[in-house]
């Protein structure tokens, strides 16, 4: 099966820089995604790596390394409306690409 | 545009009730999902279906039906409720050639079993 690790909360200040890690385990890997949720909320895709290196959209940014079952959420400049959950998630060739297995979530909380 | 929406927002149930879960999207999606979010679990699949008329089993199945008669709506039923099924379960669909596996989500269905 699939495993994911990524931290359960994190606290930066409003304007930092923070990094979400995810490390995950998978046989069959096919692609690294990146999902945001506020309380209350539905899950929103943020980002897709699929070959390894950096994607950016505009605050946000997401890395994969392949070699290292690595990856990470950067996000900038932070904002209030940026505390949220993020997810990482992976999508497994065995399971005919159709599925994704989700990450337990990492809990951001921007103070001012 | 709806995207994606559920039915109904909130339940409460009595253990051993049945009830159904509605999920469509307006999107012309292929791909449907239904998810259980608990505390601290993430998102857990529990079933989907890749194309009207096929269903398949995910991660945590058990306790759990779905029927996907028609492409644009996904249903998930339970046939007799257990407290342990208490959770938040969210729909979501995907284009069937999305290279990103982009998947929209409903706004999600609060289930409480007494």
Same mark, same amino acid.
Request: hydrophobic content about 30%.
């Given at each position: ?19 979400? =890690? ?26 897709? =790596? ?63 | ?24 999207? #307006? ?10 979010? #608990? ?22 199945? #058990? ?52």
């Amino acid at each position: 099966g699939q495993s994911l690790e990524q931290p359960s909360e994190v606290t930066a200040v409003e304007g930092a820089i923070v990094q979400i =890690n995810c490390t995950y385990q998978t046989s069959g890997f096919y692609g690294l995604s990146w999902y945001q949720q506020h309380d209350g909320g539905a899950p929103t895709f943020l980002s897709y =790596n699929g070959l390894d290196g950096l994607e950016e959209t505009g605050r946000f940014s997401s890395f994969l390394s392949r070699s290292d079952s690595y990856g990470y959420l950067l996000l900038q400049e932070l904002q209030m409306k940026d505390s949220a959950s993020y997810f990482c998630a992976v999508r497994d060739i065995r399971a005919g690409s159709y599925q994704l297995t989700f990450g337990k979530g990492t809990k951001l909380s921007v103070i001012p | 545009n709806a995207g994606v929406t559920q039915t109904p927002k909130f339940r409460v149930l009595k253990t051993g009730q049945s009830m159904t879960l509605l999920c469509a999207q #307006d999107m012309n999606h292929e791909y449907m999902y239904w998810y259980r979010q #608990d505390p601290g679990m993430g998102l857990r699949l529990i079933h989907y279906s890749v194309g009207e008329g096929t269903t398949a089993k995910g991660e945590v199945p #058990d306790g759990y039906n779905v029927s996907r008669l028609k492409k644009q709506n996904f249903l998930l039923g339970l046939e007799s409720a257990a407290p342990s099924q208490t959770s938040v379960y969210f729909c979501a669909s995907r284009e069937r050639l999305a290279e990103a596996n982009e998947q929209f989500f409903g706004p999600g269905t609060r289930l409480t079993v007494l």
